[in-house]
């Protein structure tokens, strides 16, 4: 599957705090010279957990993610909503079927 849309990092908001690399499964996003880059695309799954935890709000998910079943033509959407994550704080993602 291809995969277009990753993090946006905004570099002057960015303080490379390093959190957003601690909380990535994937280690897609690293520091390098002291911001914030998706150092590994491909790696992304668009988690939206760097946005989650950023302080800076430097880290942003801002794409909409639609599965498309290609049998029934109903469509799923993923967009910014809201979910538990074990450690009681908010995801972004929900479905919502249309
Ligand atoms: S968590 Fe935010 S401020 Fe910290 S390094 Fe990542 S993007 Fe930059
Ligand atoms: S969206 Fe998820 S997988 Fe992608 S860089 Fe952020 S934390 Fe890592």
Redesign the pocket.
Known sequence: MMRTAIPE??SE?????????E?CPTKA?E?VNG??VIVRPDDCTYCTD?EA???????RCPYEIVILPAETGKRTQLKGARGKRADGTQTRTKASRK
């Not at 935890?53 to 880290?59: Q, V």
């Open positions: 990092v905004d908001k960015c303080t490379g705090c390093g959190s957003c690399v909380r996003v520091v911001k914030a760097c935890y950023c302080p800076a709000e430097a880290i």
